[in-house]
């Protein structure tokens, strides 16, 4: 049988696994210093739990079959509805309760280039607060990640969805044409406004609506203009109202919290999940990242009261990993990684002190990654390995270093090389870890 991977499926050799751990462990240093803490929940879920929260588009995505014990099951799509079903399975939860999530995620999408069927999503959420403190949240969450990724040059575009409920209400859009409309909308970032008008005259919109809702894309200035402009596409609805008056105060929050974010309330912004209730997010790196969004999501009040009987607001935020991995290598921003800082080389007839060597380091050096050469061999032939390797420090002890307990030391990138004591070993080659690269 010739090896193949399932198609819209992929490996990650270790060198592109550590740069993602390196990337997630910043991620998770973010999501922690909020107060977020993680959340595992099984692949599999009852296909009964998943059925009917994504749309008909989401619907067809998913994998879903019946197992051994006749049981209709499916993958997760997302890691947002197995968090309700989690809410709903555990009532005494203290709330406000924050969680994050790391894992793959299935959807039976066609493969192209950047899209697969499986995928590792980053989730960040908020259970049990509906307020403007807790929507400003994840948009500082969303801001403080990027940030600590070395991605200054972002935007975050907020919305809300009553604001386009309550549009599109304005405009007498019937609800059938709701969702197609919302799906043209949310294209704002990739089309113009001409390439928008069509779309939505192509779903049966009369000119008028057409006009009003190409607007949006036009919609600039201030945060408080904008506000002030989209009202006034809206024809003062009530539902509008209530909603820009929540974004105003949401905005006044990050800015007050981190004054000059790149934050913008952006009124063509939907989100394509049928979930969202309030706020949504999404974030967009320059066109020559060529990626697109790398953080979306919002605020689904409805959804976890499917499970639990009663109603309970989240709002949350979910990364894309894969994307962010894009970005950073694109810019070369992820070169250069690799999991082992050092590498201890074998000699004949001194095994024992290398491995012992090895040890004290890496009891001395957590987290550096400290690699013992399996089997005496030609010191060239172990150097080329941790060159090739990506391996800054090489470590040997030869007989002769050992008669005078000693080690020789040499930092692969210049090849440079030093003598220096055991007991100075692990101190020494710390500081060689810590040089600029």
């Keep these: 049988m010739k090896p193949q991977v399932l198609k819209g499926f992929r490996d990650y050799a270790p060198e592109e696994m550590v740069v993602r751990q390196g990337m997630l462990d910043k991620v998770r240093a973010v999501f922690e210093s909020f107060g977020y803490m ?4 099984p692949a599999l879920e009852y296909a009964e739990l998943l059925l009917g929260k994504y749309g008909d588009e989401g619907e067809k995505l998913l994998y879903k079959f019946e197992d051994q014990g006749g049981r209709m099951v499916a993958l997760r799509y997302d890691l947002t509805v197995p968090l309700a079903r989690f809410v709903g399975m555990n009532p ?3 709330f406000p309760f924050r969680r994050y999530h790391i894992a793959p995620v299935w959807r039976a999408e066609r493969p192209q280039k950047g899209r697969f069927r499986e995928f590792y999503q980053c989730d960040v959420d908020m259970v049990g607060v509906d307020s403007p403190q807790a929507d400003a949240e994840p948009i500082l969450v969303d801001c403080a990640v990027l940030e600590r990724l070395g991605l200054s040059d972002f935007r975050v575009l907020v919305n809300h969805r009553g604001f386009l409920d309550g549009l599109l209400e304005s405009l007498a859009i019937p609800p059938d044409k709701a969702v197609p409309v919302l799906r043209v909308l949310d294209k704002v970032d990739k089309v113009t406004r001409d390439e928008m008008a069509a779309l939505l005259a192509q779903e049966g919109m009369l000119p008028e609506q057409v006009s009003r809702l190409a607007g949006l894309s036009a919609v600039s200035g201030s945060n408080a203009e904008r506000l002030a402009r989209s009202l006034e596409l809206a024809g003062g609805n009530p539902r509008v109202q209530v909603a820009v008056e929540r974004l105003g105060k949401v905005l006044e929050l990050v800015e007050a919290t981190r004054p000059g974010a790149p934050v913008w309330f952006t009124p063509a ?7 969202y209730t309030g706020i949504v997010y999404e974030t967009f790196l320059p066109p020559q990242y060529g990626v697109g969004s790398v953080m979306s999501g919002g605020r689904y009040d409805q959804l976890l009261g499917t499970f639990s009987g009663r109603q ?3 709002v949350g935020i979910s990364l894309g990993i894969d994307r962010l991995v ?10 250069g990684a690799t999991g082992t800082g050092v590498g201890v080389c074998c000699m004949e007839g001194t095994e024992l002190e290398a491995a012992a060597a090895a040890a004290r380091l890496r009891q001395s050096l957590p987290g550096k990654g400290v690699e013992l050469y399996p ?8 150097i080329e390995y941790a060159d090739k390797a990506g391996i800054p420090v090489v470590v040997v002890l030869g007989q002769q270093e050992v008669a005078a307990s000693s080690a020789s030391v040499k930092l692969l990138r210049t090849g440079k090389q030093e003598t220096v004591s055991l007991a100075g070993l692990a101190a020494f080659v710390a500081g060689l870890l810590e040089e600029p690269r």
């Design 375 to 382: 089997e005496p061999a030609r010191m060239k032939k172990q």
């Design 269 to 275: 912004v939907a989100r394509g999940l049928d979930y």
């Design 312 to 314: 309970i607001p989240a």
């Design 92 to 94: 005494n939860l203290r």
């Design 326 to 335: 894009a970005a950073l290598s694109s810019q070369g921003g992820a070169a």
């Design 38 to 41: 993680p959340l595992h929940t």
